[in-house]
T-cell receptor, first 113, second 113 residues
Framework: DAGITQSPRYKITETGRQVTLMCHQT?????MFWYRQDLGHGLRLIYY???????DKGEVPDGYVVSRSKTENFPLTLESATRSQTSVYFC????????????FGPGTRLTVL | AQSVAQPEDQVNVAEGNPLTVKCTYS??????LFWYVQYPNRGLQFLLK??????LVKGSYGFEAEFNKSQTSFHLKKPSALVSDSALYFC???????????FGGGTRVLVKP
């Protein structure tokens, strides 16, 4: 059981390019989340999804697009990458209630040149 | 709005000594509190959570945390630290009615032999 996986683990791209980060979970969790981790800011929520075809903005959504056509997948797209989007991106998932623990993927380190 | 403060960027402790990582929170309703640990180049791993009941919560790897409602704190503790406990620790809070986790900025723990 792989749990929650992210791909790629490392990505280097150039300013203005489109980049998609993938997240896949095998638990059938209802909720999925995207965070970015930056020095001095901890983890900040970008987008989250309560179920397939239901998504909502988090704290820092600008410049990002998400979709969730299947429960197990939650891709994050940077439509036109900027240097400020250089970060480590974490995907997480959880069951439906607010008491449930979020489980995190291993992260994707993205560098935008 | 909910928030979390981890007042110490880094905690240094000798192996075998007690370890405490501080966390205070602010929410408008009942809090659900979580601790996560992050080892280098890894995702966040769940340690423990407080939902309701006993104020002292026991978690993984010998860690425990004490919920103090009057002081709005949820400090993480370990009676005897190990070198392998050296990592980045995050406190997080969620309001009982919500699904978004808000993370503190993280505290780096360095356990010296």
């Amino acid at each position: 059981d792989a749990g929650i996986t992210q791909s790629p683990r490392y990505k280097i791209t150039e300013t203005g390019r489109q980049v998609t980060l993938m997240c896949h979970q095998t638990w059938s969790h209802s909720y999925m989340f995207w965070y970015r981790q930056d020095l001095g800011h901890g983890l900040r929520l970008i987008y989250y999804s309560a179920a397939a075809d239901i998504t909502d903005k988090g704290e820092v959504p600008d410049g990002y697009v998400v979709s969730r056509s299947k429960t197990e997948n939650f891709p994050l797209t940077l439509e036109s990458a900027t240097r400020s989007q250089t970060s480590v991106y974490f995907c997480a998932s959880s069951w439906a209630t607010s008491t449930d623990t979020q489980y995190f993927g291993p992260g994707t380190r993205l560098t935008v040149l | 709005a909910q928030s979390v403060a981890q007042p110490e960027d880094q905690v240094n402790v000798a192996e075998g000594n007690p370890l405490t990582v501080k966390c205070t929170y602010s929410v408008s309703g009942n809090p659900y509190l979580f601790w996560y640990v992050q080892y280098p180049n890894r995702g966040l791993q769940f340690l423990l959570k407080y939902i309701t009941g006993d104020n002292l919560v026991k978690g993984s790897y010998g860690f425990e945390a004490e919920f103090n409602k009057s002081q709005t704190s949820f400090h993480l503790k370990k009676p005897s630290a190990l070198v392998s406990d050296s990592a980045l620790y995050f406190c997080a809070v969620r309001e009982a009615a919500g699904n978004k986790l808000t993370f503190g900025g993280g505290t780096r723990v360095l356990v010296k032999p």
